[in-house]
Structure formats: C-alpha cells, structure tokens
C-alpha cells in the first residue's frame, strides 16, 4: 500500500515500561506529524518534522516523550516509563511539504494500552 | 491563539435526512486553511475537504457541501440524503500558514450516526 503505514497497531504494557512506536510516511512526502487521540478528546498535536529542520516538540506533554526521524522517512516516537494517562491511540500523518495547506494523510494508529 | 469547536458532540439522524455539522474556529492570522476529516469505526482518519482563508466559495462533492464563512469564522459541512456509511467521527481542523505553523489543531469530533 501506498499510505502511512505504522506499527504495532495495539500495544499493551505495564506501566513504567518504555515503548516505540513506528511510523512509515508516504514515500516522498517530507512532512511527518505525530499526534495523540485520547478517548473522548480531539486529536492533540505532539511533534513536527520537516525535513532536515529541527523538529517542533512543542506539543510533547512531558520529557518522557521523545521522537526521531531517520534518513528523512521513518520515525519513531518512544515513551519512557509510561503511564496509565499515557493510554491512548498515537496516530502518524505525512504531508508532501511542511506547509499548511497540503493535507495530512494519516495512518491507521497505534492503540496503546497502559496497565 | 487557534482554536476549533465542534459543539455538536454526538448527531443521530435516519437515512436520507439531511444532516449539517457545525464547525466554528478562531485564528489571529490572515491566512490559513481549514480541513474536514472522517473517522469511521475502523479508525483511519480519510481527508474530506481542504479550504484556503481566502476563497470562501461553497464546494460541493456529491452529497457533502460545504459553506465557509469568515464573517462568523465558521465552516460547516452538510450531508445530503445521509447514508448509513456516512457514520463516523468527523473532525474539523484548522492550519495556520501565517505564522509558520502547519499542524492541524482539531476540534473534539462530532459523532454522526445514521439510521437505516
């Protein structure tokens, strides 16, 4: 397929456990968006890359919070020593260019559930 | 600051209504975009609509229809005939381009429901 593609799209942890969470963009778009959908919320804004910029981490709620991009395509958000508030589905989206008037496509998400 | 309600949380219709989702946004900028998404149970978030601050020109897609008007900051998305398909979240978002910043700030949701 052709889409975002991010993975596990469940994952269940103990609290106080790290976890990774992967995103794979379209093949060419240089913008790539994390965000975080807790039940019964909106979709909150994490952190923004943009190719070889220094990414936005202004929506990340807390240090535990951390994301890279390798090589401009994949990235990976972790979270260390998780929480149960930290429960929520962690949704990737790409865009062709970091600007604002070219959609966001998102993948289908990662559910993670703290216990 | 930027900001977007969607104060409708939950709608139910019966099939072949027409049902209008509401959608009211504050930005300090002069230029930005507004965007429509769906969410259907399955989870993805599928693109609906993008609308730049400067064309307030209604679109029409087939059964959606969308009326953008900056007098009273608002951009509501109506569905003519609903489906049963057309259930799902449907979220308002906003971009501001003035001031550099491209996420999306999104409203909360509406749910849709449809009856058959």
């Known amino acids: 397929g052709a889409g975002v593609s991010q993975s596990p799209s469940n994952k269940v942890t103990e609290k106080g456990k790290d976890v990774e969470l992967r995103c794979d963009p379209i093949?060419?778009?240089?913008?790539l968006y994390w965000y975080r959908q807790s039940l019964g919320q909106g979709l909150e804004f994490l952190i923004y890359?943009?190719?070889?910029?220094?990414?936005?981490k202004s929506g990340l709620p807390s240090d535990r919070f951390s994301a890279e991009r390798t090589g401009g395509s994949v990235s990976t958000l972790t979270i260390q020593r998780t929480q149960q508030e930290d429960s929520a589905v962690y949704l990737c989206?790409?865009?062709?260019?970091?600007?604002?008037?070219?959609?966001?496509?998102f993948g289908d998400g990662t559910r993670l559930s703290i216990l | 600051a930027q900001k977007v309600t969607q104060a409708q949380t939950e709608i139910s219709v019966v099939e072949k209504e027409d049902v209008t989702l509401d959608c009211v946004y504050e930005?300090?900028?002069?230029?930005?975009?507004l965007f429509w998404y769906k969410q259907p149970p399955s989870g993805e978030l599928v693109f609906l609509i993008r609308?730049?601050?400067?064309?307030?020109q209604n679109e029409i897609s087939g059964r959606y229809s969308w009326n953008f008007q900056k007098s009273t900051s608002s951009f509501n998305f109506t569905i003519t005939a609903s489906q049963v398909v057309d259930s799902a979240v449907y979220f308002c978002?906003?971009?501001?381009?003035?001031?550099?910043?491209?996420?999306?700030?999104f409203g909360k949701g509406t749910r849709l429901s449809v009856i058959a």
């Open positions: 093949s060419g778009h240089t913008a």
């Open positions: 609308r730049n601050s400067f064309d307030e």
């Open positions: 890359f943009q190719g070889n910029s220094a990414p936005d």
């Open positions: 989206a790409s865009s062709l260019q970091g600007v604002g008037n070219q959609p966001q496509h």
């Open positions: 930005t300090r900028d002069t230029t930005y975009y």
């Open positions: 978002a906003l971009s501001e381009v003035g001031s550099g910043n491209t996420p999306l700030v």
